[in-house]
T-cell receptor, first 116, second 113 residues
Framework: NAGVTQTPKFQVLKTGQSMTLQCAQD?????MSWYRQDPGMGLRLIHY???????DQGEVPNGYNVSRSTTEDFPLRLLSAAPSQTSVYFC???????????????FGPGTRLTVT | AQSVSQHNHHVILSEAASLELGCNYS??????LFWYVQYPGQHLQLLLK??????LVKGIKGFEAEFIKSKFSFNLRKPSVQWSDTAEYFC???????????FGKGTRLHILP
């Protein structure tokens, strides 16, 4: 298994440009999520999905869109990039619930995004 | 809404010292609790998790954590740290009836050789 894969690894955007960060997992996990990591802020949840066709907002969803058309893929779209979106983005997935609560997450290697 | 607090933002220890990193969460119901570690240049990996049962859980690399429900705490411990434990440590919580998994701000641990 490749686990959770993310592309690209690095990206530089100009303010106002749009782009899609790709995330895929081959473990048939139901739950997928996107976080951004900023110094001193830890990981903040952007969007998450509990299954194909279902997405919801996390702590910091503004400026980002997601979709979940398949179990495997969970792309994150930046609609109009801003310097405040400069960050490292991590995608994660986790298997079925345990007793109604979420199981551990498996993280991808991250995408380092710079917006100038 | 659930939230997580990690009190120590930056900890510096010498090798062989004992470690305790604090984690408190704010939610009165049932929770799953996690500690993740991020080594320099790497992505996050699970250290240990608590779902139910024995409140003292053991993880990889000699780490353990104790869930104290009355204190809403899930502190991470290691009796004797090594230089290779230099990393950033994150506590995370998932509350029942909520699909969000929320992370704390992390504790950067630096071990002096």
């Amino acid at each position: 298994n490749a686990g959770v894969t993310q592309t690209p690894k690095f990206q530089v955007l100009k303010t106002g440009q749009s782009m899609t960060l790709q995330c895929a997992q081959d473990m048939n996990h139901e739950y997928m999520s996107w976080y951004r990591q900023d110094p001193g802020m830890g990981l903040r949840l952007i969007h998450y999905s509990v299954g194909a066709g279902i997405t919801d907002q996390g702590e910091v969803p503004n400026g980002y869109n997601v979709s979940r058309s398949t179990t495997e893929d969970f792309p994150l779209r930046l609609l109009s990039a801003a310097p405040s979106q400069t960050s490292v983005y991590f995608c994660a997935s986790s298997p079925r619930f345990v007793a109604g609560l979420h199981n551990e997450q498996y993280f991808g290697p991250g995408t380092r995004l710079t917006v100038t | 809404a659930q939230s997580v607090s990690q009190h120590n933002h930056h900890v510096i220890l010498s090798e062989a010292a004992s470690l305790e990193l604090g984690c408190n969460y704010s939610y009165g119901g049932t929770v799953n609790l996690f500690w993740y570690v991020q080594y320099p240049g790497q992505h996050l990996q699970l250290l240990l998790k608590y779902f139910s049962g024995d409140p003292l859980v053991k993880g990889i690399k000699g780490f353990e954590a104790e869930f104290i429900k009355s204190k809403f705490s899930f502190n991470l411990r290691k009796p004797s740290v090594q230089w290779s434990d230099t990393a950033e440590y994150f506590c995370a919580v998932n509350a029942d009836r909520d699909d969000k998994i929320i992370f704390g701000k992390g504790t950067r641990l630096h071990i002096l050789p």
